[in-house]
C-alpha cells in the first residue's frame, strides 16, 4: 500500500481525510436551534460524538499535526478549512471575523478537552459541558465592567 503513499503520514492522513467523510455527513444535518448559540452548542456536541466513537482518530491527528510534510499539512489544513465551513454557517449575523475567532477557540477547546479524554484524565460528559461552558461564555457573556455593556 505505501506505494501509493510517499509517507505513511500521508497515508494517515487521506485515511483520517475519509473518515472526515462521514463526520461532514453527519454536521451537515441542519443543526438544531434557532439561536447562534444552539447551533453551535448541536455542532460540537455531534462532533464531540464522532470523535467519542473513534478515539484512535484523536491520536491519529495528533501525530499528523506534527508533521512538517507539506502534503500531509495540506490535508489537514483542507479538513480542518471544510469543519470550520460547517461552524461558521451555525453564526448567523455575526461579523466573519469575530466569527471566525469564535470558531477557532472552540476548535482549540475541543481539541484540548478531546486529548484530556483520550489520555483518561476526563470523561466524555466533561469535554460536553466543557464546550457547552466554552460556547455560552463566548456567545452570551458580556463585562458588566465594559463601558456600554448591558447587564
Known sequence: MYR???SKELLLARVFEQWCEGYWT???RAADGRANIDRLIDLASRSVEAYESQPNILVMISALQLSN???VSAV???VRARAERFFLAALEGLDHADAAGIVDVVF???GAKLAE???GAIVIGEVHRAMETTIRLLLEYQDPT???ATA
Open 108 to 110: 482549540a477547546v475541543m
Open 146 to 148: 465594559v463601558i456600554g
Open 69 to 71: 510534510d507539506p502534503a
Open 117 to 119: 479524554w483520550v489520555r
Open 4 to 6: 501509493y503513499f510517499p
Open 26 to 28: 453527519r454536521l451537515a
Open 76 to 78: 489537514m489544513e483542507d
